[in-house]
T-cell receptor, first 112, second 115 residues
Framework: QKEVEQDPGPLSVPEGAIVSLNCTYS??????FMWYRQYSRKGPELLMY????GNKEDGRFTAQVDKSSKYISLFIRDSQPSDSATYLC????????????FGSGTKLNVKP | DTGVSQDPRHKITKRGQNVTFRCDPI?????LYWYRQTLGQGPEFLTY????????KSRLLSDRFSAERPKGSFSTLEIQRTEQGDSAMYLC?????????????FGEGSRLTVL
């Protein structure tokens, strides 16, 4: 069993839709949770970062962490064609940030 | 451009040959990471450096793989006696340990194709 599971998609939505992306994990020691966006043939770039459980909002993006269920989510409101990319969840155990575990990524396509 | 740069961007080699990738991190970053990403998968941790010290290595990093970061600046990842299973994107990332968010700044990767 992988430490981090993520539905690979692809997920296709119309422009303006609310998108929900999710990951589950098995290691209850994970405390720091991130979402990265990766465009084709590019390296990932950080979108959101959260510590422990709770919600965090940044513009059109909201990250949620439910440690009791070992489940994290990323919501994108008013999705745009420019949001079309692969979204990777990532997590790590300690504040040392020495090793990150990534999900396999969900490919999102926002249709104009 | 002051981002993470990787070279070469694409390398095609024959099985059994050695290859070396170079990564130049963001200049003030003291941490450097190597990840491997295959098609349809997320990045898998290979190793990381704090300054010039290699502090952790994945079990994925067999004895054919070696990474160095002399003087805590650029890093090289060498793969000896390449196998077809080594075909992947090799991503380098850097970060500032004191930043406290764990944000990794990735390069655009070096794609390896082993024939």
């Amino acid at each position: 069993q992988k430490e981090v599971e993520q539905d690979p998609g692809p997920l296709s939505v119309p422009e303006g839709a609310i998108v929900s992306l999710n990951c589950t994990y098995s290691n209850s020691a994970f405390q720091y949770f991130m979402w990265y966006r990766q465009y084709s043939r590019k390296g990932p770039e950080l979108l959101m970062y959260t510590y422990s459980s709770g919600n965090k909002e940044d513009g059109r993006f909201t990250a949620q962490v439910d440690k009791s269920s070992k489940y994290i989510s990323l919501f994108i409101r008013d999705s745009q064609p420019s949001d079309s990319a692969t979204y990777l969840c990532a997590m790590t155990v300690t504040y040392n940030f020495n090793k990150f575990y990534f999900g396999s990524g969900t490919k999102l396509n926002v249709k104009p | 451009d002051t981002g993470v740069s990787q070279d070469p961007r694409h390398k095609i080699t024959k099985r059994g040959q050695n290859v070396t990738f170079r990564c130049d991190p963001i200049s003030e970053h003291n941490r450097l990471y190597w990840y491997r990403q295959t098609l349809g998968q997320g990045p898998e941790f290979l190793t990381y450096f704090q300054n010039e010290a290699q502090l952790e290595k994945s079990r994925l990093l067999s004895d054919r793989f070696s990474a160095e970061r002399p003087k805590g600046s650029f890093s090289t990842l060498e793969i000896q006696r390449t196998e077809q299973g080594d075909s992947a994107m090799y991503l380098c990332a850097s970060s500032l340990a004191e930043q406290g968010t764990g944000e990794l700044f990735f390069g655009e990767g070096s794609r390896l194709t082993v024939l």
